[in-house]
């Protein structure tokens, strides 16, 4: 873009009067900036269920960390990146614990992994989910369940794992939230269950 701007300035150059020039490159410097468009996304971590045992006592100290990533999985919130408390010994831990996370240029997807607790070596990645943001309608929650997933588990084991997530976009412009249908009253919660490929969507209104 930097380089198509000096392109463009270049040729007013060669065609233009001085004088006509000068006062075109004023007008564009006094002109009105757009605004910014930024925002953010709630997350709530709410629960996950049928966790795979992963130590010796099987059992699993799971816990969830949550950021947003680019369309290659790496993430673009860095520091921001949230983490929910440890549940020890809990196959089917219960969360329910909310974060903000700023939407950042690169930004695609909500990406949710559960780790594994150790006190003895490295935290075990038991598996992850991703939640694309062109999926999400602004404003609307989306309380779901989702498929956990790791290419490095054997399958079978990660067969009946889900975690449940809600998740609302909010965009703002200009640093002023925008109206929505659900600011306005006029779309109702989502919620679905999502297992591999299929989905079953309903309202809860």
């Not at 930004?107 to 006190?119: C, E, G, L, W, Y």
């Not at 809600?166 to 009253?185: I, Y």
């Not at 297992?195 to 079953?200: D, I, N």
Request: aromatic share 6%.
């Amino acid at each position: 873009l930097k380089k198509m701007e000096w392109q463009v300035e270049k040729l007013c150059v060669e065609v233009l009067p001085y004088d006509e020039y000068h006062s075109i490159q004023r007008a564009f410097a006094h002109r009105p900036q757009p605004p910014v468009r930024g925002g953010f996304v709630e997350v709530e971590v709410c629960e996950a269920a049928n966790l795979p045992k992963m130590d010796l006592l099987r059992s699993v100290d799971p816990y969830c960390l949550v950021f947003l990533s680019d369309l290659v999985g790496e993430s673009t919130t860095g520091t921001l990146s949230f983490k929910t408390s440890v549940k020890h010994k809990s196959k089917n831990p219960t969360w329910n614990e909310k974060c903000e996370l700023p939407l950042q240029e690169r930004s695609s997807a909500v990406t949710a992994t559960i780790f594994n607790k150790d006190q003895v070596t490295a935290d075990d990645l038991v598996g992850c989910v991703h939640v694309h943001l062109s999926d999400l309608q602004p404003g609307v929650l989306l309380d779901q369940w989702y498929q956990i997933i790791n290419p490095d588990m054997d399958a079978r084991k990660l067969a009946k794992a889900m975690i449940r997530l809600k998740v609302t976009l909010h965009l703002t412009q200009g640093g002023v939230p925008v109206a929505t249908p659900a600011s306005l009253g006029g779309a109702p919660e989502r919620s679905s269950i999502v297992h591999g490929e299929e989905s079953v969507t309903f309202s809860t209104a």
